[in-house]
């Protein structure tokens, strides 16, 4: 027996499903029609291409609604995408710091290298404190 919800799930879904189908036809209907020459307005008639737009954007939106209703109702497989997601985005950011830190430390190296009167000495140890760290002994 189906509970209230899931009755009121699948009538969702199903006016969705109805709604894009309905869209979908009228694009082939209007495909139809002006493949067959017997189009309500012609290619060169002003706003044709905006009507065309506009069938192909309702048709679209009711596609992405029937596609965000298909991933709620499967919970596992939206766990499973955020998780990916996650992922990616942890090694992403990752990778993005460590080519910032890397760049950083070669600016600042030479930056050193160019014996500025004071900022030259502040960066140089700088870069003497990050190069103790990378090889794990003591700073002095």
Do not use: C
């Given at each position: 027996?189906?509970?209230?919800?899931?009755?009121?799930?699948?009538?969702?879904?199903?006016q969705?499903?109805?709604?894009?189908?309905?869209?979908?036809?009228?694009?082939?209907?209007?495909?139809?029609?002006?493949?067959?020459?017997?189009?309500?307005?012609r290619?060169?008639?002003?706003?044709?291409?905006?009507?065309?737009?506009?069938?192909?954007?309702?048709?679209?939106?009711?596609?992405?609604?029937?596609?965000?209703?298909?991933?709620?109702n499967?919970?596992?497989?939206?766990?499973?995408?955020?998780?990916?997601?996650?992922?990616?985005?942890?090694?992403?950011?990752?990778?993005?710091?460590?080519?910032?830190?890397?760049t950083?430390?070669?600016?600042?190296?030479?930056?050193?290298?160019?014996?500025?009167?004071?900022v030259?000495?502040?960066?140089?140890?700088?870069?003497?404190?990050?190069?103790?760290?990378?090889?794990?002994?003591?700073?002095?």
């Amino acid at each position: 027996m189906m509970h209230d919800d899931e009755m009121q799930d699948q009538g969702g879904w199903e006016q969705v499903t109805e709604a894009g189908k309905q869209a979908k036809a009228g694009m082939t209907e209007a495909a139809k029609r002006a493949d067959s020459g017997e189009s309500e307005a012609r290619p060169d008639e002003p706003g044709y291409i905006q009507k065309q737009l506009e069938a192909l954007i309702s048709g679209l939106k009711y596609k992405e609604i029937a596609e965000y209703v298909q991933l709620m109702n499967r919970p596992a497989k939206l766990i499973w995408n955020n998780l990916l997601s996650g992922i990616a985005r942890g090694v992403g950011i990752a990778l993005g710091f460590t080519v910032f830190l890397v760049t950083s430390l070669y600016v600042l190296r030479a930056l050193g290298a160019l014996n500025l009167p004071i900022v030259g000495d502040y960066i140089a140890d700088i870069v003497k404190i990050v190069q103790a760290q990378l090889e794990g002994r003591a700073i002095r």
